[in-house]
């Protein structure tokens, strides 16, 4: 088990690279949108709420308090997930493998009300090099400008971290604006549980809103969690792998990461049903990863990302 004392020194850190934005503000730091600026990332407490409120976006404290307001991104049109053609480049970093559903219903008719997914923290790395890995569930709008996300880090990030396995929630707007909670260490074999979920919304007032909530459990202070108000509904699901710095396949851990009882429900409470709806992959064949379904379902689904090299290798 690591100590509270633990959790205060990787908080203490994060909080220093972030508050030396203004000091240094082109230094580039790695998020799941790859490297930016300090001055783009922005820490938000365990437990507290970002808002779109006009033309800025307030950041808040558990207990209310507004601790930050950051001007909105003009235009966030670039998409925030790290996404290129798949197996492009050997090595390519950025989303390796994942699996996605995208809701089919028009805007605003019937939401995802609720994702979730249990995963195990895996082994560490082969080896140990500078890399820096991302295992997540998330979801996007339709437009992927942007994503909330509770991840898994392996290495180094703009919150902090080193050669251990950590959690953080991250809020991405395109290239211009991230937000993101303190990283919590977890080790090898703990089982976590992604959640992200639609609190409330409303369109009937001109601006829609929509109201989402994130956790990581165990290992996000949960069940604080981070809480959103955004303009746009999420409309794009999936489970994902992202890497950076990587030099070899040895980067990765031996074996495989499963997603298991990946639940998604509508705001009606009803389940999207197979085979009229279905989770799609893709897949980075070049590096030798693969992306499999093993049980296309909405309420018990299994996806498995194979890393490129095996337990018994």
Request: aromatic content about 10%; some cysteine.
């Amino acid at each position: 088990m690591v100590s509270a004392a633990f959790f205060r020194i990787v908080t203490c850190f994060a909080s220093a690279a972030l508050t030396s934005a203004s000091a240094s503000p082109r230094q580039p730091v790695l998020t799941p949108r790859g490297y930016r600026d300090t001055a783009d990332v922005h820490l938000v407490p365990h437990g507290g709420r970002i808002s779109h409120v006009g033309k800025e976006i307030h950041v808040a404290h558990a207990n209310g308090t507004i601790i930050e307001i950051v001007p909105a991104p003009t235009s966030p049109t670039t998409s925030a997930a790290s996404r290129g053609p798949a197996g492009s480049v050997p090595l390519e970093t950025g989303w390796l493998s994942d699996a996605y559903w995208i809701n089919p219903n028009p805007a605003g008719a019937l939401p995802i009300k609720w994702f979730s997914t249990d995963f195990v923290v895996p082994p560490p790395p082969v080896m140990v090099s500078e890399q820096t890995l991302f295992l997540f569930p998330g979801l996007l709008p339709l437009d992927g400008s942007s994503i909330l996300q509770p991840v898994l880090q392996y290495g180094v990030s703009a919150v902090g971290g080193s050669t251990f396995w950590g959690v953080a929630l991250w809020y991405v707007i395109g290239d211009q604006t991230i937000f993101v909670t303190p990283l919590r260490s977890v080790s090898s074999g703990t089982n976590l549980q992604g959640i992200l979920s639609l609190l409330n919304f409303t369109t009937s007032t001109g601006a829609p809103t929509y109201t989402y909530w994130t956790t990581m459990l165990p290992g996000a202070n949960s069940p604080a969690g981070l809480t959103i108000d955004v303009p746009f509904e999420f409309t794009w699901s999936t489970v994902t792998l992202e890497a950076y710095n990587v030099i070899s396949l040895e980067s990765y851990p031996p074996g495989s990461t499963t997603f298991r009882n990946i639940s998604l429900q509508m705001e009606d409470g009803s389940v999207p049903k197979p085979p009229q709806q279905t989770w799609s992959v893709q897949n980075d064949w070049m590096d030798g990863f693969q992306t499999t379904v093993e049980v296309d379902s909405f309420s018990e689904g299994a996806v498995v990302i194979d890393y490129p090299i095996s337990e018994s290798s």
